[in-house]
């Protein structure tokens, strides 16, 4: 059962495959990709939070991201080290989508619990600065509007 929502999960999917430059990701790639997204979510949101805070909030990401895909706990390193791109190729029976799908959900995850705390008008036009990507209809949170 995924823990972060859909709309964040897409965005930040969306936000990955920007960063690896291909339309199928590698290992190395995806990890850089993953690596960058972190560290500069990092540098907008420690200025605001602190370092404590934000590693916290990273930490927890992880842990709930790792109840829905636990090969996490092997990826990325214990203090927020990032995304070993070594560590993915020793994963055994995960196919480059699913590590794709677990990498964003250790990020929606952070975005979804940063939005809890403090809301999304505030996040959410962090995370576009930070990442450079906008947020499209679809990845808006809240009840959607549909025409009839």
Do not use: Y
């Amino acid at each position: 059962m995924p823990s972060s929502s859909p709309q964040f999960r897409r965005l930040v999917r969306r936000a990955l495959v920007e960063k690896t430059g291909a339309a199928s990701s590698d290992g190395p790639r995806l990890a850089s990709a993953f690596n960058t997204l972190c560290e500069r979510l990092r540098q907008r949101l420690q200025p605001l939070f602190g370092a404590a805070a934000v590693a916290a909030l990273f930490a927890r990401a992880v842990h709930v991201a790792t109840s829905e895909f636990p090969w996490l706990a092997e990826v990325i390193g214990k203090n927020g080290d990032g995304c070993s791109p070594d560590a993915i190729a020793r994963i055994q029976g995960v196919d480059m989508e699913t590590v794709e799908d677990g990498l964003a959900a250790v990020l929606a995850n952070n975005i979804d619990l940063l939005s809890t705390f403090v809301g999304n008008d505030l996040v959410l036009p962090l995370v576009q600065q930070a990442w450079g990507v906008a947020m499209l209809a679809e990845d808006q949170p809240g009840p959607k509007v549909i025409n009839e």
